[in-house]
């Protein structure tokens, strides 16, 4: 046998080995995400099903939780012929699981949203509202209450509130565009500056309303579920789980993207164009959540974290885990809001807040610990 046929022959053992060790390198991680969809996901599903009922039962008047069941089953036309005490159907079904609904919602597209930005951008540190689509949805509903429109309808705040995220992201957008690519630092600089922008037309928007004006528009800035209907769930049921389910698609254009751009272009993706649809997608979210619930800061930036420190970050399973964890997370300081303090209740925005601050200043001083910048 002559030498090069005997150096084709190992060259050929060695092509052989190499496949067969990424075929199962590749079946391994599709067993590994798969046993965690099948462990992680049911079991953060039973634990958002026990806060909605926990949390649809306790307030100012208690319900016993097997009432509260059947009270919403009743009213979704499963059970028949059965009657509670008297008030309790509409405090359940008509004042607290409209809300309970609207948080799980807000909570999920937060989640969602906090997550699609980090992956998107590396960066632990990214929220939602990094593009300025908080600062644009502020705009858009102090525009509606100093128009005095809001009063008209509940699907006018909404409506300013959703344009002026949307408008905020989309000069977002024109201002990173560099040589047809979307640099992220571009991206997060122009974000701050529009956000800061509009914030300054707001305020000025602001000292020319009337007082009973700035304290509906302070009150809305804060993040309250308060008087939150089923007109709110209707709003937002159907952007929030459309792109949501959107976004899981491009998981694992995610997935490549946190490997570099160079690498993305590698493989065949678009990292600008990608990028592009991901933040329109992320914005519409945003938006959404924003536009029935006011401004709530760090769900975008805490739940996402720690779930990626959990289960790691794949996000094939990172976006569904984050939607439920900002779900679960939501609802919670909700409850904290409307049954810690008495009398009265603590806007869940503030809640967020007091638990989301000293956590970003934990991860900021672990970053500089470790030298990582952010």
Known sequence: ??????????????????????????????????????????????????IIIFSTAIGSVNVPFKDTVKIILKNWGLIKNITFTEGWESIIFYVRFPRVITTILVGAALGTSGAVMQGMFRNPMADPGILGVSSGAGFGA?????????????????????????????VVFLLSIKNGKIPVMNMILSGMAVSTFLSAITTAILS????????????????????????DVK???????????????????????????????????????????ILLLSSILTATAVSV??????????????????????????????????SIFLLLCD????????????????????????????????????????
């Not at 020319?208 to 007109?231: C, H, I, M, P, Y």
């Open 1 to 50: 046998m002559s030498t090069s046929i005997k150096r084709k022959v190992p060259n050929r053992k060695r092509k052989i080995h190499r496949n067969n060790t990424e075929k199962l390198t590749k079946l391994t991680e599709k067993i590994e995400i798969y046993y965690k969809l099948a462990s992680v996901i049911p079991m953060m599903l039973f634990m958002l099903l026990l």
């Open 142 to 170: 102090v525009v509606a209450i100093y128009l005095g429109i809001h009063a008209k309808s509940i699907y006018f705040m909404p409506l300013f509130a959703s344009a002026g995220a949307l408008v905020a992201a989309f």
């Open 208 to 231: 020319f309303a009337r007082s009973d004006q700035v304290k509906q528009f302070l009150f809305w800035t804060v993040g309250s579920l308060n008087g939150t209907r089923w007109e």
């Open 235 to 277: 709003i937002s049921v159907i952007p929030i789980i459309v792109c949501t389910v959107i976004l899981l698609f491009f998981s694992k254009d995610l997935n490549i993207l946190l490997l570099g751009e160079e690498e993305a272009q590698s493989v065949g993706l678009n990292p600008a164009k990608t990028r592009k649809l």
């Open 293 to 326: 619930s006011g401004t709530i800061s760090f769900v975008g930036l805490i739940v996402p974290h720690i779930i990626r420190l959990l289960i790691g970050p794949d996000h094939r399973l990172l976006i569904p885990a984050s939607a439920l964890g900002g």
């Open 335 to 374: 409850l904290i809001g409307r049954t810690i303090v008495a009398p009265g209740e603590l806007s869940v925005g503030i809640v967020t807040s007091i638990i989301g601050a000293p956590y970003f200043l934990i991860l900021l001083n672990r970053a500089r610990k470790e030298g990582v910048a952010l």
